[in-house]
T-cell receptor, first 115, second 113 residues
Framework: DQQVKQNSPSLSVQEGRISILNCDYT??????FLWYKKYPAEGPTFLIS?????DKNEDGRFTVFLNKSAKHLSLHIVPSQPGDSAVYFC??????????????FGQGTTLQVKP | ETGVTQTPRHLVMGMTNKKSLKCEQH?????MYWYKQSAKKPLELMFV???????ENNSVPSRFSPECPNSSHLFLHLHTLQPEDSALYLC????????????FGPGTRLTVL
């Protein structure tokens, strides 16, 4: 049973446009969500996070939106740049109910930004 | 050197070999993690250590044996692996357990023949 799902394996956008990456989760105990970016031959790099007490968090070109009722979060990148081409993972944890530090990851979405 | 480092970056081993993966974090963190990423699958948590003590073993077969001598170093000892164990093995660390933001090393690409 996959608790965090990224249903789009890949996404292609034009440089300068908006990239929207989606993630759905099933566990209502999740209260902290993160996005990681991964280039080939490197480990995942932390991008941005959001706590369940918020519905939006912004950091430069990256904004994460959280819709708790729909159990859905999305990452918006605007404007998209060719250097953003990578695999993006969303992850979730239940910080308030568990102190194991366990992150549950989605399968990843490969973003390609075309010049 | 900064961040989380892992050695070796690539490893090819036979099923009867014994090898070890090493992870070192230079971030002053207290918690360290081993993850496995197989092709087309999400990252799977294997082990969690907090202040050198193992706090989670996510039903990992005993042919994988972790060791955490101190908060900065984490090892994964491998013995009699199977070809299906071929994967990318990632180490991560975080300031404390449960804070959520984990920082990853570059991984070791393991191939079991």
């Amino acid at each position: 049973d996959q608790q965090v799902k990224q249903n789009s394996p890949s996404l292609s956008v034009q440089e300068g446009r908006i990239s929207i990456l989606n993630c759905d989760y099933t566990n209502s105990m999740f209260d902290y969500f993160l996005w990681y970016k991964k280039y080939p031959a490197e480990g995942p790099t932390f991008l941005i996070s959001i706590s369940s007490i918020k519905d939006k968090n912004e950091d430069g070109r990256f904004t994460v939106f959280l819709n708790k009722s729909a159990k859905h979060l999305s990452l918006h990148i605007v404007p998209s740049q060719p250097g953003d081409s990578a695999v993006y993972f969303c992850a979730a944890s239940a910080r308030s109910s568990s102190n194991t530090g366990k992150l549950i990851f989605g399968q990843g979405t490969t973003l390609q930004v075309k010049p | 050197e900064t961040g989380v480092t892992q050695t070796p970056r690539h490893l090819v081993m036979g099923m009867t070999n014994k090898k070890s993966l090493k992870c070192e974090q230079h971030l002053g963190h207290n918690a360290m993690y081993w993850y496995k990423q197989s092709a087309k699958k999400p990252l799977e948590l294997m082990f969690v250590y907090n202040f050198k003590e193992q706090t989670e073993n996510n039903s990992v077969p005993s042919r994988f044996s972790p060791e955490c001598p101190n908060s900065s170093h984490l090892f994964l000892h491998l013995h009699t692996l199977q070809p299906e164990d071929s994967a990318l093995y990632l180490c991560a660390s975080s300031q404390d357990l449960g804070l959520g933001t984990q920082y990853f090393g570059p991984g070791t690409r393991l191939t079991v023949l």
